[in-house]
């Protein structure tokens, strides 16, 4: 295998959302129990935009962006200044602290792209970067992509842990070993927990003092369920000098399918990330980007009622998964859960495809969220109510089916 084969290779993208159709199942046949489970199929491997709709009026600022143009379709790199203009005087109010939005503020394709911009703009050949275990899969892949070294650092999110979040310790000694760049999210992506305030304030206040770039993903930080709070490093007094944020509308608000991110902070980086883009997608889709107007402008009480909707499947999961033993932390904010699993007859990988195939559920591997979680499953549970409740009883009875 050549080297180019093997960087790709590692990208593994059979177990993302959506790529799960791609798998081959033929060799599930000799490994199944039982028959099929009938039910309705729910793909808990992203959210479903039709039992949670986008929000009010974002396809009618689409078909006015399509109106317009030519001067929608083809704006500048960092996106419509006028948009710009009102996205950031949102997230200024939001996070607590001011957004340039002529310098800071870098409308992206998606989330995802933000994130790749970001870490391009800061990881080079043998940069050291401090990933947090579990998190998003793709800052791990982003990271070995372009030839960073990972520097891993434990994330305490079981419910008997004395504080969940970061392990400071870890963090610290990263940094000391040479940790240039940090990346991570909260609310955390697979398990929901939220880096608390005390933890916020000592990360930035450790990044500053040892000069160390922070990319922080606030993809699900408006999503936050009853009496949790939330800090945004942004507003620290003390913060790292090169810090960027990354936001978006496409989980908490269903705008997935109009492939929106933004990313804001440190000015030298935005430039370099739009000269990133420029060479990568151009822009944000132009005609999307008018979506943008939609965001933070919902009709009172819209936001209170799909937090609500959302608590209530997330606590008739917790409950089946527990009352079935299966060790799960309550997420304080975000739509994933992270069931850990018992031992299984079959490889956690092959139990996720026969869930697919025998019970039509379709959830994420552990493994793609760190080395050390290959026993557990993510869930995305915005998701109809009944169905989502329907489909956690297919995969306990799936996991009693090939329990060791």
Not at 147 to 152: D, H, K, V, Y
Request: charge should be negative.
């Amino acid at each position: 295998m050549s080297s180019l084969d093997a960087k790709f290779a590692r990208l593994g993208a059979d177990n993302a959302p959506g790529q799960e159709v791609r798998q081959n199942a033929d060799d599930l046949k000799s490994m199944m129990r039982g028959d099929t489970i009938p039910g309705t199929p729910v793909d808990f491997s992203h959210g479903d935009v039709d039992a949670f709709e986008p929000t009010p009026g974002a396809r009618a600022a689409w078909e006015a962006g399509f109106e317009e143009g030519g001067s929608q379709a083809y704006t500048e790199y960092r996106g419509a200044a006028a948009i710009r203009a009102d996205v950031a005087a949102s997230l200024a109010a939001f996070t607590g602290a001011p957004v340039d939005p002529v310098d800071e503020l870098i409308i992206t394709p998606g989330t995802q792209g933000a994130l790749f911009l970001a870490l391009g703009a800061v990881v080079d050949r043998g940069t050291k970067v401090a990933i947090m275990e579990p998190d998003y899969f793709a800052n791990r892949k982003l990271v070995a992509f372009f030839g960073g070294e990972i520097m891993p650092v434990a994330l305490h999110y079981h419910a008997d842990a004395p504080q969940r979040g970061p392990d400071l310790g870890q963090l610290e000694a990263a940094f000391k070993a040479g940790a240039e760049v940090l990346v991570f999210s909260t609310p955390n992506n697979p398990t929901g927990v939220v880096t608390p305030e005390d933890a916020i304030t000592e990360i930035a206040r450790l990044a500053a003092e040892h000069n160390v770039t922070v990319i922080v993903d606030q993809l699900y930080s408006r999503l936050r369920y009853s009496g949790e709070t939330y800090t945004h490093m942004r507003a620290c007094a003390n913060r790292p000098e090169n810090l960027i944020t990354i936001m978006g509308p496409s989980k908490t608000e269903s705008l997935s399918g109009f492939r929106l991110g933004v990313a804001f902070g440190s000015a030298p980086l935005i430039d370099r990330m739009e000269k990133l883009q420029a060479i990568v997608s151009l822009r944000a889709a132009g005609y999307s980007q008018a979506a943008l107007k939609t965001w933070f402008h919902e009709p009172e009480g819209w936001m209170e009622t799909r937090i609500a909707q959302h608590e209530a499947i997330r606590d008739d999961l917790l409950k089946i998964f527990r009352d079935a033993g299966f060790p799960t932390a309550s997420p304080q904010a975000g739509s994933y859960l992270f069931p850990e699993l018992p031992e299984l007859v079959v490889s956690p990988e092959d139990f996720v495809r026969l869930l697919r195939l025998q019970a039509g559920v379709t959830v994420t591997p552990g493994s793609e969220f760190s080395p050390h979680t290959r026993s557990s499953v993510r869930l995305n549970f915005s998701q109809d109510h009944a169905a989502s409740v329907a489909a956690a009883h297919r995969i306990v009875d799936m996991v009693e089916r090939y329990r060791a």
